[in-house]
């Protein structure tokens, strides 16, 4: 028998560096380093989201909001700070990798759980493309002798490279890129409101968060489906839990801390950019086709050199940072999905000595690969991608509010109506009329994508690859 401090229990496996159960308990071996700190897991959320991700997107969004930006990001941040609060309420029930498709296929019914990985599967297999994409367009308008197939092949190569290295090599050089990225926020930010102050721009006003004018909630939940891209990678935290070295607590904590910092940064750095935007008024009504709003605003605020320094930092956060970590991430979703043998066996092997799941790295990269190549052949590929990943993302986030209350009100008979059932019918509701008031294209692909997964469950249930996943530690 063990003594009393040992840290293995032979009936339920090891307890993990924080004290706590580990994969062991839900029946599975920890084959993923556990490496990752507090702080690598807040950095590895904030380079996700990435904090200058609204550089990229302004002019859709401010156009979409009819210049209320920054009423969008802050209802965004509302809505995804109820979906953060489930997140950490399923990651510290269920402490293992696999995100939603973890949580709700124990928190419900493994039938479900394989529904929310599929549709996140919209999130996290295309947002690598798309990232790749938008950043191989933004180099060839700065470089055009460098065709855009290169910018993404080059983009691609280099991240696999990283991810392969392992999980530790990834999250240093999250914290530089992530210093970096700050470094060109913090600049537009002094410069831009120095500007204002000195009379640039239609001076300070509260129309980005308010205009009486133009305001409607059907307009501004319009936004949000569009801006809530930039929050899109919180979630992917909880991907890293079988790497995570302290408590399962950590998880949630994290993902909670990256949404509220970037959620401001997105609030304050929009603000200043709609004050500072050329016309305005014809940004509404034209849209922003070439993607260059926010450098304009930029250009406004200090000059040309600034416009370049904010397109060029966009162009290296979505290919290189962003998109290292959502390949990471999604290479952990693959991996989860199937060692409960949901999908093909090889995207479980994970490498020897640097114990990255390497079958998965390398499949998301070759599918980056094409993706990005497709896409860029078609007029409308950026638009396309970017509204399929944010239905994908939504509707998973849908059923991770509901794997709360099943698991825990239902399941559990839990006493706290607060956490378990207030906060994830609240978080439901704000995301479902975001849905309904996303983009008609995107519904339509999104339930057709959600088709064929319904048609793969039912031939996953006729194979018998139906895995027993257990809700309580096992005994």
Do not use: C
């Not at 920890?30 to 490496?35: G, P, V």
């Not at 891209?229 to 994290?254: H, K, P, V």
């Not at 339509?444 to 018998?464: E, H, P, T």
Request: aromatic content about 10%; hydrophobic content about 55%; overall charge neutral.
């Amino acid at each position: 028998m063990s003594e009393p401090n040992s840290t293995d229990d032979p009936a339920r496996g090891p307890i993990t560096a924080a004290g706590e159960r580990g994969v062991e308990a839900f029946g599975y071996h920890q084959e993923l380093k556990r490496s990752l700190s507090f702080t690598d897991l807040l950095v590895y959320g904030l380079i996700f989201m990435v904090p200058i991700a609204p550089f990229g997107i302004f002019g859709s969004v401010f156009q979409a909001s009819g210049g209320m930006i920054a009423l969008a990001y802050a209802i965004g941040m509302l809505a995804m700070g109820f979906t953060a609060a489930s997140y950490s309420q399923m990651s510290r029930a269920f402490p293992m990798a696999g995100s939603v498709y973890t949580y709700a296929g124990r928190g419900i019914a493994q039938p479900v759980g394989f529904l929310a990985g599929w549709m996140i599967l919209l999130d996290y297999v295309l947002v690598p493309g798309l990232l790749y994409l938008i950043a191989s367009v933004a180099m060839n308008s700065i470089l055009p002798a460098i065709p855009i197939w290169l910018w993404l092949i080059g983009f691609v190569v280099l991240n696999t490279v990283v991810n392969y290295l392992g999980i530790e090599f990834t999250a240093r050089v999250n914290k530089i890129m992530l210093i970096g990225e700050l470094i060109v926020l913090a600049l537009f930010l002094v410069i831009g409101i120095a500007a204002l102050i000195g009379g640039s721009g239609r001076g300070f006003d509260f129309s980005p968060i308010y205009d009486s004018d133009t305001f409607s909630l059907k307009l501004v939940f319009g936004a949000v489906s569009i801006a809530v891209l930039s929050f899109l990678g919180f979630d992917g935290i909880s991907t890293l839990a079988e790497e995570n070295r302290e408590s399962a607590r950590s998880i949630g904590r994290s993902m909670i801390a990256a949404l509220a910092l970037a959620g401001v940064l997105f609030i304050v750095q929009t603000w200043i950019a709609a004050l500072l935007v050329p016309n305005p008024g014809k940004l509404i009504a034209e849209g922003d086709a070439a993607g260059t709003a926010f450098y304009s605003a930029a250009e406004v605020a200090g000059g040309h050199w600034l416009y370049v320094l904010t397109a060029v930092a966009t162009a290296i956060a979505w290919g290189f940072a962003n998109s290292l970590v959502a390949q990471a991430a999604t290479s952990r979703l693959l991996y989860a999905m199937a060692r409960d043998r949901q999908l093909p066996g090889f995207l479980a092997k994970v490498h020897p000595t640097r114990r990255v799941p390497v079958n998965a790295t390398f499949l998301v990269a070759a599918i980056s690969i094409a993706l990005g190549l497709y896409m860029n052949s078609r007029a409308d590929g950026i638009t396309l991608l970017s509204t399929l990943v944010n239905f994908g993302a939504l509707s998973a986030f849908l059923l991770l509010h509901v794997s709360v209350v099943v698991h825990f009100i239902v399941r559990k008979k839990s006493r706290d109506y607060w956490r378990h059932l207030v906060v994830p019918v609240v978080g439901f509701g704000i995301l479902l009329y975001v849905v309904i008031n996303a983009q008609v294209a995107a519904q339509r692909l999104g339930f057709v994508w959600l088709g064929i997964g319904v048609v793969l469950l039912v031939g996953l249930k006729v194979a018998g690859r139906e895995p027993e996943l257990t809700t309580e530690e096992a005994l």
